[in-house]
């Protein structure tokens, strides 16, 4: 069949079809994000390092906070599992490519569109230019309506980008997933990362527009006079909560879902052993996906819920545990009495099981109703969240990253270098993350630039961890460039017999895969 | 319709080529975003952005922006008539559309979740219900709890629309026009293009006139009943659902004439007739929208 050119330059990756190029610009997008927001927080460290105010102003450290937790979210984390999304799943399924290639470029571009902007209002405040967001990640009204700055209009259209970028990236995926599968590909031969993101899909699909709703609201409500979170006209701020939360709970899902395909797809390579109860994998990703639309308000234990509101979430979050414990057990039964070996993306892959559950577990303490109103808005919050994004999610990017930078480049990563970058990361993220459980059920309130002595010890470890695994991700760099560069010819299958149609192919992935779909037994 | 391929030889999905035209939206999308938040700035005086054209970027904004969806949809079109959309691209664009359609129901579902809210909550809270005695005491003690909210807490008072004058035309209005559109659909299946024209014609027509009386009533609400954006919150959620409404009436107008358009140009077999159907759905989608907004809205 006839082929176009493969163009070249910088025009092949503005006007690129191809999901591989797509898939690798979204990578190191997300790449890019995440060292713009692991700045911020070094920045917010730097200034927690010791007690009393030495570095930043309150206000530019509630901007810092904010932006750090915008961009994470919306520029690391969801990016980088699209950007797999896109590489991984028409390899898996035997597609040529993503079923609306056009759709997916324009996807990706609308980010640094987005975040251009977000980081533009970042840079003019850090230039006495007027403030950035300075509300924190969640933009509660009245906080971002009435006292907002004025960089808020520009932050509610940047939000819309970064949906519309969204909402576009989950139709494709969803539409890939369905209709582009190859002859055989039943649903349930289907790997893990590719129905854990046609369930992710889904939730980007049902709640980023309202998110979208969400911001739209805020910005009438900032100048066109209206009173949806104004008591005073007979709106209500505590709406505002109910809206994001309906939107921020499937969210914190859309984040981890995808981590758990790619766990559940590294253990059987490394455990040598097929993966311990699929069906209940995909059942679980699905009941976690259902609950994740009725536990919203477990955000919100502390406005004043009916006791019934609140015994409902309470009840409903505790349940989310049940899903969530059948995918931990079956991946420790997967490596029950398995052929181990600890190459590097099995090693991000355990530490992600261990770690992920210390933050499950202390989410199931939040989720009770008068413990949380204990531990609401502490740094107790905070050490649950990390843990589950940063060595839950962040985790298994790198897990995935290790896993398939072979096949994508060619060439065998510095095995030497990687490992020095799990130790150090696994070793720096728990002096800066499990100190914060403590400090939390101290009452150390977040997003606060300042603490009573009594935590000083505590916050100079706690930073020390943060420059620690700040400067660790630097090997990473290191380990990307040489691997791109060079280095020991990676074979097809890369590792020793690994399931799935990726391995058929050549190492580096060809530019055009699958065109005449395998067959699939 | 699909590309022929010899017998016995599976077609080969379409994977198009380069495009610029994804890149182009992007950068209008960039432009809109600096210019709107500018624009809205200035216009509403909340803050003064002295020497930023707000008004005049957000256009050039959405000039790009038509331009580009002009040139996005030219290209599709151009594919599509060039024989190079197989079955299962068809199936592809299909399901996009349905899941768009999706993610717009589930924007719509925000608002009418806020007026739900508003009604069975907010209201009877700011009254003194439920254990919310001491907040109605202390805020506002002579606040009634009724629905539509004529009075604010803080005392501003206007009239509310009443379904059976302008609204109930309305509804009659977009019935009568999905009507009329299900039946051209069934005429584009047995490739009879003139009452395609005739029937999507009258279709668009009522969708227009709708759009006329929408506007009459919101110039109504403001000059005369005192209605405005500004009335507390039944104004806010008023407006917000009937506008936003009114938005996608405007966009499925503006797509069903394209499609009459395309249908005169021939572009439409009962095969292969994706852009049609899709804007069909879209219509009809605002339809069901429009249905909710007259109860829940206006009647109840």
Redesign the interface.
Known sequence: MAHHANPTGFKRWLLTTNHKEIGSMYLLFSLAMFFVGGFMAMVIRAELMYPGLQLVQPDFFNQMTTTHGLIMVFGAVMPSFVGLANWMIPLMIGAPDMALPRLNNWSFWLLPVAFGILIFAIIKSFLGLGAAPNFGWTFYAPLSTSYGPPSTDFFILSVHIMGISSIMGAVNVIVTIINMRAPGMTMMKMPLFVWTWLITAFLLIAVIPVLAGAVTMMLFDRHFGTSFFDAAGGGDPVMFQHIFWFFGHPEVYIMILPAFGIISTIIPTFARKPLFGYASMVYATASIAFLSFIVWAHHMFTVGLPLQGNLFFMYMTMLISVPTGVKVFNWIATMWRGAMTFEVPMLFSIAFVVLFTIGGLSGLMLAITPADQQYHDTYFVVAHFHYVLVTGAIFSVYAAAYYWLPKWTGNMFHTGLAKFHFWASLISVNVLFFPMHFVGLGSMPRRIPDYPLQFADMNFWISIGGFAFGLSQIIFLVVLYKCVKGGEKATSEVWENPEGLEWTIPSPAPLHTFEVPPTVK | MAAQTEPGK?P??Y?????????Y???A??I???G??NF??QS?D??A?EGTLGGATFAVGLFALLVCMWG?FR?TVVESLGGKNST?LS???R??MG??I???V??F???F??LF??RL???P??GGA??NAMTHEL??PQFQAFWP?TL???G?TFEVMSPWGLPAINTLLLVTSGVFLTIAHHAIKVGDNAKVLKNLAIAIILGFIFMGVQAYEYHHAYVEMGL??????????F??LTGFHGLHVTIGAIMLTVMWVRTAKGHFTPENHFAFEAAAWYWHFVDVVWIFLFFVVYWL
């Not at chain 2, 994977?15 to 890149?23: C, D, G, K, M, N």
């Not at chain 2, 405005?228 to 959620?237: D, P």
């Open positions: 599976t080969l999905y994977v198009p080529a380069q495009s610029v035209w994804p890149i939206t992007a950068i999308l960039l809109i975003a600096i709107g938040a809205i700035q509403t909340k803050v952005n996005w290209e299962q199936i592809s664009y399901m996009g899941w768009f999706f993610s717009e589930m924007f579902a925000a608002f979740g806020a809210y508003t909550l907010t209201i809270w700011l439920g254990n805020l506002w909210l604010t807490p803080d501003r405005t954006l500004n009335s507390g919150i039944y104004g806010s959620l407006f917000l």
